[in-house]
């Protein structure tokens, strides 16, 4: 059986992970790249003879970037690993993704374009001509809706179909003629004459609902009292919400450990075996489901539809000015969500109150 090794790269929220997960399914593992504190996906998958491995690398929006987790993009594009790269463009705004593609092309011919987000293109009166876009890139396209699955059997068959040609090493100085201003330009010139050529839109500004709404949710007036308001209504009903379910548990597990000690007891079990398996173990796992589980069951569907719908950008933004006073950016203001949501179910109170039901 033939293996192939394929970088999936793309821009920030374009859907790169659902595609990704449509592709592998459950059969991924996550872990940091080497040298690094940015964690990267890898999953397998078989199609017809051939076994894939696909790397998820960090979104970027340019291989001339400087920080971690676009460096780590940057650097495997560039090591040649990858027996192709598989770009993963936002079919509402191919432009700006196209500065991407075009740098990737500089540097490898191994490429195929997945146009993701056409249902989304359709809603705002996009229609994108992939056949043009393919002759004039020189590539596989293949359109795509990746949340319903949609253009991924056409997806399967060109990563069989590709041919996949040997590429030369990458020119040790290519990031540096990259940061040119000449080179920059010309890509950008590039990206709209494509566009021009590819893209039609039948509104006059098909993006206008969406930058009234950055305006709003971005601005110096609102942005901040619409963020905290709605953090604390998702803390607030995470914490509120997940009473319920925890007692139940608690309660459901208070009688399960009724009914194993009264076993334990019938078979005569001798205390030392009892005393660590009800009192150790099982208590412990118990508490560690019913106080950790039913937050995690809330809080963690609430974050994915905020990301589903764009906030967590918006909120990054919002923060990235306060985070760099303190020699961070806007994106640890996410991981600072997480932090604050385990602290009251980690409390010596939460514990106290488990254990005295259990």
């Not at 340019?62 to 090591?79: F, G, K, M, N």
């Not at 993701?116 to 359709?122: G, H, P, Q, T, V």
């Amino acid at each position: 059986m033939k293996s192939r090794t394929i970088a999936l790269a793309g821009n920030p929220n374009v859907g790169k992970s659902t595609v990704f997960n449509s592709l592998t399914g459950l059969n991924q593992h996550t872990g940091n790249w080497p040298g690094k504190t940015v964690s990267g996906a890898q999953g397998a998958f078989t199609y017809k003879d051939t076994r894939y491995l696909l790397v998820d690398l960090p979104g970027t929006y340019s291989l001339a970037a400087t920080s971690i987790d676009e460096t780590v993009a940057r650097d495997y594009l560039c090591s040649g690993e990858a027996d192709a790269t598989l770009i993963v463009v936002d079919g509402t705004c191919l432009e700006r993704n196209l500065n991407l593609v075009l740098q990737i092309l500089s540097i490898t011919e191994n490429v195929i374009l997945c146009v993701n987000l056409l249902d989304e293109a359709r809603k705002k009166k996009i229609s994108i001509d992939l056949d043009q876009l393919s002759r004039l890139l020189g590539i596989p396209v293949v359109g795509m809706s990746a949340r319903a699955r949609d253009g991924l059997d056409l997806l399967l068959e060109t990563l069989h179909t590709f041919e996949y040609k040997e590429d030369p090493a990458v020119k040790a100085d290519w990031t540096e003629h990259l940061r040119s201003d000449d080179t920059r330009r010309g890509i950008l010139r590039r990206a709209h004459e494509i566009c021009t050529s590819c893209v039609t839109v039948e509104k006059k500004d098909p993006h206008a609902f969406d930058r009234r709404l950055d305006k709003i949710v971005t601005s110096r007036k609102f942005g901040f009292p619409i963020m905290l308001l709605l953090l604390f209504f998702i803390f607030w009903l995470t914490i509120t919400g997940a009473n319920y379910p925890s007692q139940g548990l608690t309660y459901l597990f208070a009688w399960l450990q009724n009914q194993l000690e009264s076993f334990l007891s019938y078979i005569h079990t001798p205390a030392f075996i009892e005393a660590p398996l009800m009192d150790g173990i099982y208590k412990t796992l118990t508490w560690v489901i019913s106080v950790m589980l039913p937050p995690m069951a809330i809080f963690f569907p609430l974050f994915t539809l905020l990301e589903d719908f764009g906030y967590l950008p918006r909120v990054a933004f919002n923060m990235d000015h306060a985070f760099k006073k303190c020699c961070a950016h806007g994106k640890q203001a996410l991981t600072m969500w997480f932090v604050y949501i385990r602290m009251p179910f980690s409390s010596p109170g939460a514990y106290s109150k488990s254990r005295t039901l259990l």
